[in-house]
Every structure is written in structure tokens, then in C-alpha cells.
């Protein structure tokens, strides 16, 4: 019995070295293959972010660029903005201001109307005057001529030879 103790262990131990040997042959392959895929990954993923990096640079830059464009476009319609304001408030106080001159004229206007109403209005009051005068004149000089036919009818019968005097009356 003493053999089965120690040929029992025995084959077990050469059962276990033929297994650990082909396991350790198998394991040293598929470690050497795992850690070739492992650095195939890392080189592979490495490259994609690297590439990843590249084209999300691009994209900031492109994205950068257009923001920076948008700022412009968005400065020059601002400023564009600023001055079509300007312009119509610098329009609407040019309106204003000949608004208030063309107003100021209209007056002005009105005033000297109503002066030359005032005078016309004299003047034809005088006109009025004038004309009631010339009437008054024109029937004067009728009626003077008119008298001074009758004043020379009696002047003229008063040089005319008196009728001689009734002598029996005395």
C-alpha cells in the first residue's frame, strides 16, 4: 500500500504537469494574442480620438468662425440699424423744424393779410368817401349851374330896362 501512496500522487502529478504544460503553452499564446489585440485597440482607439480630436478642433474652429461671423453680421446690422435710425430721427427733426418754419411763415402770412385787409378795407372806405364826395360834388355843380342859370336869368332881368312906373298912381 505504501506504493499506492506513492504512485497515486505520482500520476496525478504528471496528469497535472501534461495539463500545465499544455496549458501554460495554450496560455502564453492567448496572452501573447490578448495583449497584441489589447495594443492593436489601444493604437486603434488612440488613433480615433486622436482623429476625433482632430475633427472637433476643425469643428471649433468652423464653429468659432462662424460665430465670429455671425458677431460681425450681427455688428454691421446693429450698426446699420443705428444709423437708419439716426437718419429717420435726423429726418423726422429736419420735417419737424420746416414744419415749424413753413408754420412760423403762415403766420407771418396771415398777419400781413389781415394788414393788407385792414388796408384795403381803408382804402375803400376812403374810395367809398371818395365816391359819396364825387356824387355829392357832381349834383353840387348841376344844381350851381342849374343856379347860375337862374341867378343870370334874374341878373339878366335885373338889368334889363325897368317897365316904366305907372304915372297915376300919383
Known sequence: MKRIYFIGPLVLLLVFVAVYLNFRHDYNQEEAARVAQAAAELKTRNENDAAARKAALLEAIAAAETRKKER????AR???DREARQLAIDARDRAFREQEKITRQVERVKKDLEAEEAAVAKLLAV????DAEREFLLSYVTKSRANQGSLQTVIARLDAPRPAAPAAAN
Not at 460681425?72 to 455688428?75: F, G, P
Not at 374810395?127 to 371818395?130: D, I, L, Q, S, V
Open 72 to 75: 460681425d453680421a450681427k455688428n
Open 78 to 80: 446693429e450698426k446699420a
Open 127 to 130: 374810395r367809398k368817401e371818395a
